[in-house]
């Protein structure tokens, strides 16, 4: 049995961008795991880990930290389960497209919305979050918020590219989903979680494809509830 | 055999960014073709394939227009031949380094260097291609020239997820070439051809993948003498 280190915020919410590109390689993979709860500021949790990040992944005597060498691991480890890259060329676009996600996505998305993430969390990791983008952007959360139809516009421009893709097929990995579709299903995934800011209309080809992964694995990225799903509910 | 055409300048000099990546594509399938030059502005000399812009390839009686499109024809068409895309989440990924080298690579070098094009080409060339670039910019060429250097640092910050593949595998496809190295050889053979500027310190990890795409199948893209080369035999 493999262990997953992942966030989680109050209640249990399991945000994190990283954790879901790993927790959808390891379903992909058809593999088992216990998943530990970590929260955003507790560092002691993972202190066995050598570092300061999850998801962190933990099999037999083997300990292997960031998403993307996690999913290298996997590939490696369990060959003749379904492939997360479809061999060498595959391997190395997908490494492409993990490093325009992280550049070019996560921070045109995540520091906009990151004040909604605020009650999710409890107040020792909104210190931290608030701290943490604040430094980066040097502007209050509150202020990165108002801003957010603008940073969306822009987001939406920028993944112009991924919907030419899907007019090809129906994944980003082709007819099949494969570990660039957990790359960007990820970040979005955040979004749906922490938020009920609504990243693409519903008539975007990358709903219906957002759509297409939250069924994916029995449903695993649906039955994390949606922020409108939880506010709903907590108003009744 | 196949017949291809691709843009030609003066004293037949190819220069064509996207033509390289067709030729490269042809020389990777092992398949043989005839190269027919066409000048820039010779748009009768393409009017058989319904529209104005080259790499055109013909197979037997089928017209094949748009690198893109030539290479998923080549892959479809000789399917025992070496792959170009390695399976279809290789091809959907080549497809997205396709659009981002469009869209970030192409725009970031081309204009900027587009001056040196001037003197490799006829004198209705010269007039085409600067209605056209300066069109786009709303510049004259020769700004445009004047804010290379600018440019080359902004294109080398872009490239840099490209030098972070190169440190996992000797090539964008992994150990072997794929068509995502043409791709983006394509642009910068144009560079080495019609420029003595250079894009890339010899130090740059960039540098060694390029020397190595030069020396593929021959040294076609070697075969084809830089800029700099013509210039110095000019000179003797």
Redesign the interface.
């Known amino acids: 049995m493999l262990e997953l280190w992942e966030l989680a915020g109050r209640d249990d919410v399991r945000f994190s961008t990283f954790s879901w590109r790993t927790r959808m390689a390891l379903c992909h993979k058809g593999l088992n795991f216990n998943a530990h709860p970590v929260a955003v500021s507790d560092k002691q949790a993972i202190a066995f880990s050598g570092q300061t990040k999850v998801p962190i992944v933990k099999a037999s005597d083997r300990v292997i930290c960031d998403s993307w060498e996690i999913a290298v691991f996997l590939e490696r480890e369990f060959p003749d389960r379904p ?1 997360l ?13 993990n ?2 996600t992280d ?1 070019e996505i996560v921070p045109g998305l995540v520091p906009y919305l990151m004040f909604d993430v605020l009650d999710c969390v409890d107040e020792p990791d909104q210190r931290h979050l608030r701290g943490q983008i604040e430094g980066i952007f040097n502007k209050p959360l509150e202020e990165l918020y108002s801003e957010r139809e603008k940073a969306l516009q822009l987001l939406g421009k920028k993944l112009a ?2 919907r ?2 899907l007019v ?2 129906p ?6 989903p ?1 570990y ?1 579709d957990y790359i960007l299903f990820g970040t979005l995934q955040w979004a749906r979680v922490v938020s009920e800011v609504q990243v693409f209309a519903p008539d975007d080809a990358l709903s219906d494809w957002f759509s297409r992964l939250l069924d994916l694995y029995g449903g695993v990225g649906r039955s994390e509830r949606a922020r409108g799903e939880r506010n709903r509910e907590a108003a009744e």
Chains 1, 2 share one sequence.
């Open positions: 492939s890259f479809g061999g060498a060329a595959g391997e190395q676009l997908a490494y492409f497209f490093l325009w550049r590219p991924v030419k893709m090809r097929a994944f980003l990995g082709g007819v099949a494969a660039a």
